[in-house]
């Protein structure tokens, strides 16, 4: 069956950097693409960023754009979100997200960026 796990959240200062990391497994991970989403208290789930499955394409929403960066390891089957510049409207639960069938969301790991 299909997993998603992340890890790498933790606090951080403003302007400090943080990486995440999603282990995938239960698929195909190198012919899908994946999703980064985040939900911060009292607010919905954003969408942060995407990757195609080859690594070369990639997207990002509006208010991390410079600030982070989306890669994947298809040999390691993992995803990660390099955060830099981080600042405290970041802090939030980070999901990875496979967006096939009905779609699978990993547990999230917890970002909280301090000022």
């Known amino acids: 069956q299909v997993q998603l796990v992340e890890s790498g959240g933790g606090l951080v200062q403003s302007g400090g950097s943080l990486r995440l990391s999603c282990a995938a497994s239960g698929f195909t991970f190198s012919r899908e693409s994946m999703n980064w989403y985040r939900q911060a208290p009292g607010n919905e789930r954003e969408w942060v960023a995407n990757?195609?499955?080859?690594?070369?394409?990639?997207a990002y929403t509006d208010s991390v754009k410079g600030r982070f960066t989306i890669f994947r390891d298809n040999a390691q089957n993992t995803v990660f979100l390099q955060m830099n510049s981080v600042k405290p409207e970041d802090t939030g639960l980070y999901y990875c997200?496979?967006?096939?069938?009905?779609?699978?969301w990993g547990q999230g790991t917890q970002v909280t960026v301090s000022s």
């Open positions: 997200y496979l967006p096939r069938d009905a779609g699978y």
């Open positions: 990757i195609d499955f080859s690594g070369w394409s990639t």
